[in-house]
């Protein structure tokens, strides 16, 4: 199972590291990502990383604010939130799926974890 930690309440150009922990299982070999889900808008790609860390890629409204990560001694990826902004507030979800393809679409993840609330005040 995933289990998500990490959201809170923060003001506009603060930082918030969330957490999505594998539990009773590893990560495998396929791709970790997460996701998010801002009120009245679709679930979205937010960023994924590779299991062995050496790949990673991020929606375009996050790139050079966000880092994806994993620590697999800890069987955790993170997901560091820099500059946030109203607009990242969301429910952040991770999900994990078997293959190498960066896949950004909900449906490509069959693994998901529930999600931790990221709000973001101006």
């Known amino acids: 199972q995933l289990q998500a930690s990490g959201g809170g309440l923060v003001q506009a150009g603060g930082s918030l590291r969330l957490s999505c922990v594998a539990s009773?299982?590893?990560?495998?070999?396929?791709?970790t990502a997460w996701f998010r889900q801002a009120p009245g808008k679709e679930r979205e790609f937010v960023a994924g990383?590779?299991?062995?860390?050496?790949?990673?890629g991020y929606t375009d409204s996050v790139k050079g604010r966000f880092t994806i990560s994993n620590d697999d001694a800890k069987n955790t990826v993170y997901l560091q939130m820099n500059s946030l902004k109203p607009d990242d507030t969301a429910v952040y979800y991770c999900?994990?799926?078997?293959?190498?393809?960066?896949?950004?679409?909900?449906?490509?993840?069959?693994?998901w974890g529930q999600g931790t609330l990221v709000t973001v005040s101006s």
């Open positions: 999900a994990t799926r078997e293959g190498s393809l960066m896949q950004t679409r909900t449906g490509d993840y069959p693994n």
């Open positions: 009773g299982r590893t990560f495998g070999s396929g791709i």
């Open positions: 990383i590779t299991w062995n860390g050496r790949r990673s």
